[in-house]
């Protein structure tokens, strides 16, 4: 019997450095070791989505799509690829179906081979048209379930969103634990369920948060996962994945193929622990982010959930209030009908329950953003949300049942419309679209090196 491989996928350049260092490793700093990153044997290399495009124009100074461009110049054997929050793209609100198409077309162009698709609330109806683009312009479609506990995401629910995800044209499956909260056993468990359902590669991602995310990924192995997520062990453990090389010795010598090579994921850790060190250097790497936090597992919140948290209140001078606030949230999240808490529900849910704490009476403060959940502007919820609190929060205005886009008109002209000559091409028109606020300043720059050292000199000498 042949030994069954084990492909890995590493997120140094996404998900390692955006969980411990906020998304601020430059491109300068991947790119001379790219053609080595291309000859350690991965099954694809993470290097964009999620926060890389919102850092790269409001902190880095840098074009997002330039960025990819360059790694794929080097990256010649090795897939890449991104993540992708469905309908929001890369944002946290809806964008129009002409948005999310055109998004996709210029990511695949650009040079992005698999995109990893989800939808916050596992509403398949908000992927749909990300699927069909995916499709339609030559992409890996892997089709991503968020993870998560409660009394309505057994494993038959995961089972059966595999099943449509298939339908839908799903090339690879993929399970998102965001909070480092699916366990061993759960991960045995539901790796066998899925696998009895489909032949699709089943790639797993979870964060080393809670402690068990190698024992985690051994169970998934051994039950049939196909992929792994993991990090080389400069940007790896605390928020992020666990370590690459760790994880293919253990395997291999359980007889595991992994098809890695260790002497060039040597050479590119070595230069890795390098640009860590220049993080430490400066105060960006913050030691926090390395600290094992069970507590995830007890009140199943993602660890940075709890960082936010406590900020809040803290802010509020109430950090007394702490464990009622964590109290609350399972209650909220009951209310609002289970959702994954991953972005950009993680931290509507945690206002929420911020809010109801401090302010003694439940519901009394409600953010917009809950309003436009609990009115649908977000997509079914995976079960029904409590009625009472329906009432407080949305009165008696209509609930939108319609996939939330259909009430979406195109975009990208007016988009165009707003940028004119400032857009050079049209990766510019979605830069502005997805982040006005910050791609405007970064594109005038782009035209004009000195069109802010008027307001430069002027904040000096004020």
Known sequence: MNPKRVRFMDTILRDAHQSLIATRMTTAQMEPILEVLDDCGFESLE????????????????DPWERLRIIRKHVKKTKLQMLLRGQNLLGY???????????????????IDVIRVFDALNDLRNIETSMKSIKKYGGEAQCCICYTISDVHTDQYYVELVKKMEQMGADSIAIKDMAGILTPHNASKLTKAI?????????????????????????????????????????????????????????????????????????????????????????LFNPKVMDIEPKTLIYQVPGGMLSNLLKQLKDAKKENLFKEVLEE???????????????????????QAVMNVISGE???????????????????????????????VNGDNTIITARPADLLAPQLDQFRKELKDLAMSEEDVLSYGLFPAVALPFLKKKHDPFYDVV????????
């Open 195 to 283: 696998k009895a359902v489909t032949k699709l590669p089943l790639e797993i991602h979870t964060h080393a948060t809670s402690g068990i995310s190698e024992m985690t990924y051994l169970k998934a192995v051994e039950a049939g996962a196909d992929i792994i997520d993991t990090a080389l062990s400069p940007f790896s453990g605390g928020t992020s994945q666990p370590a690459t090389e760790s994880l293919m010795i253990a395997l291999e010598e359980m007889g595991y193929e992994t098809g890695l090579n260790l002497q060039k994921i040597n050479e590119a850790v070595a230069y890795f622990q390098n640009v860590k060190q220049e993080f430490v250097d400066n105060g």
């Open 362 to 392: 439940r519901y009394k403060m409600v953010p917009k953003e809950i309003k436009d959940y609990v009115g649908g502007l977000y997509g079914q919820a995976p079960a029904p949300l409590d009625s009472d609190i329906v009432k407080i």
């Open 47 to 62: 290097v964009w989505g999620g926060a890389t495009f919102d850092s790269c124009l409001r902190f880095l100074n840098e």
């Open 455 to 462: 307001e430069q000199i002027v904040e000096v000498i004020l």
């Open 329 to 351: 949230i399972p209650r909220v999240r009951k209310e609002m009908g289970y959702p994954p808490l991953v972005t950009p529900m993680s931290q509507m849910v945690g206002t």
């Open 93 to 111: 609100k809806h964008y129009s179906d002409d948005v999310v198409e055109e998004f996709v077309r210029l990511s695949i162009k650009n040079g």
